[in-house]
């Protein structure tokens, strides 16, 4: 990792090799097994969210994704075919396009940058920010965004999302396999409390966030480079959720496979009130056709409007509350046309602060690729190894509730 002095060109490469370098300690990808539903999901080489060979890519840093701001005002007013079949290797009216922000990267680096503010004798000092946290900054990127007003029932920007991420089947992916279920539960509760604290204006509204597409190294039965999880799995997840009175979220990794494919496979489960979605562009690599690992993927805005514009439909359908939507990001080519994704009332889209490193990387990425491009809320995720593996202390709620926008939604891998 380097200094927090090194520039940004430097850095951001350094965030991703980094985040490349560790998964020479992952599994060997799995082969498609359609007959074994417990096979064990393994992730793709070369993975930044799971560790990764030297092979690593020339993209940036962590993307950040644009964040809620809590004060008041931004908004206007307050069955299919079996999961389990191919394992192994994964605009109507009222909607309001996404307002234009400029993509530049001015403002200071790791080591914070100082507040506009007037020079004459006796003003008040000028407050050092680190990046991330400069509320000029956001102002000048287009925050707070504008975004349709919230409609019943919908639990964005009222609570603060705490979730924990992962697949049962690995301890590798993230807390919520590390961790046998009981055990597992009861960390994530004492999180949920330690976000209340630090912000009690927000209540906390506990998560499971299951990846229930993995993608793979290898392409498996199907050639798609990725492993659906079975059904009964999924269920078993999504009890657990209920017990803790938390919401469950399916994370999408396409592989070479299309969301669009993929996606309606899933309505068995997103029908239900308490299931959202999330989709990484990390691991979405049909046009490169790159083996996940290898290369970092992307998602265009029209992806992203394709699978809003699919759970709108579902809000409609069943008469349900919004929708939460996660978009992982931590490159700067991870989503392309931003400004051209469609915000609606029934889905409430949060770009995700993805990548891990040191606490100094992770604003610079926060503030390049969430704050810098706004869509309509933000995320942030902490990792519990990768981002401490070289000595570094983990992101306390105080220190991730000062940047600017407040992310809304908390994960933990």
């Known amino acids: 990792m380097k200094h927090p002095h090194t520039p940004r060109n430097r850095a951001s490469s350094v965030l991703l090799l980094s985040a490349l370098a560790a998964l020479s300690f992952c599994l060997p990808a799995c082969k498609d097994k359609s007959s ?14 799971y560790g990764a ?33 191919a394992p192994t290797a994964d605009k109507g009216a009222g909607f309001a396009p996404h307002s234009s922000a400029s993509r530049g990267q001015d403002g200071a680096k790791g080591k914070g940058s100082k507040a506009k503010g007037p020079a004459a004798a006796g003003a008040p000092p000028k407050i050092k920010y680190n990046a991330g946290e ?30 924990y991420y992962g697949n049962p089947l690995s301890k590798r992916m993230g807390a919520l396999g590390e961790y046998e279920k009981d055990d597992m539960l009861q960390r994530l509760k004492r999180e949920a409390t330690r976000w209340q604290a630090a ?23 199907a050639g798609m480079y990725r492993m659906v999880m079975p059904d009964a799995l999924i269920n078993k997840v999504y009890g657990w959720a209920k017990e803790a009175n938390a919401i469950l979220f399916i994370d999408i990794q396409t592989g070479h ?28 690599l049909i046009k490169s056709k790159a083996k996940p690992g290898s290369k970092i993927g992307t998602y265009d805005a ?67 690729y969430i704050v810098s491009e706004p869509v309509e809320l933000t995320g942030f995720k902490l990792f519990y190894h990768n981002d401490t593996k070289k000595g570094d202390p983990l992101l306390t709620p105080a220190d991730v ?9 908390i994960q933990y891998q």
């Open 36 to 49: 074994n539903a417990q096979q064990q999901p393994t992730p793709a080489a070369g993975s930044a969210k």
């Open 257 to 284: 496979d299309n969301i669009r494919t993929l996606l309606p496979r899933f309505e068995w489960l997103l029908k239900n009130p308490d299931v959202h979605l999330g989709i990484d562009p990390e691991f979405n």
């Open 302 to 368: 029209e992806d992203i409007n394709f699978a809003s514009g699919y759970l709108r439909d579902l809000v409609k359908k069943y008469n349900l509350p919004p929708k939460v939507f996660i978009v992982h990001r931590f490159t700067r080519k991870g989503v392309t046309n931003y400004r051209n994704i469609v915000l609606r009332p029934e889905v409430q889209i949060v770009m995700n602060m993805d990548g891990w490193g040191a606490p100094w990387l992770k604003r610079d990425s926060y503030k390049d």
């Open 53 to 85: 060979s030297s092979s690593a890519t020339k993209a940036g840093p962590a993307a950040p994704a644009s964040a809620l701001p809590t004060t008041p005002g931004t908004a206007a007013t307050a069955p299919p075919a079996s999961a389990g079949t």
């Open 134 to 163: 400069d509320p000029d900054f956001a102002a000048r990127k287009g925050w707070p965004v504008k975004y349709p007003a919230p409609l019943p029932g919908s639990i964005l920007p009222q609570k603060r999302i705490v979730a």
């Open 199 to 221: 912000d009690p204006a927000h209540p906390v509204q506990p998560a499971l966030h299951l990846i229930a597409v993995v993608a793979q190294g290898e392409p498996g039965k």
């Open 401 to 409: 509730l000062k940047l600017h926008p407040k992310p809304i939604y």
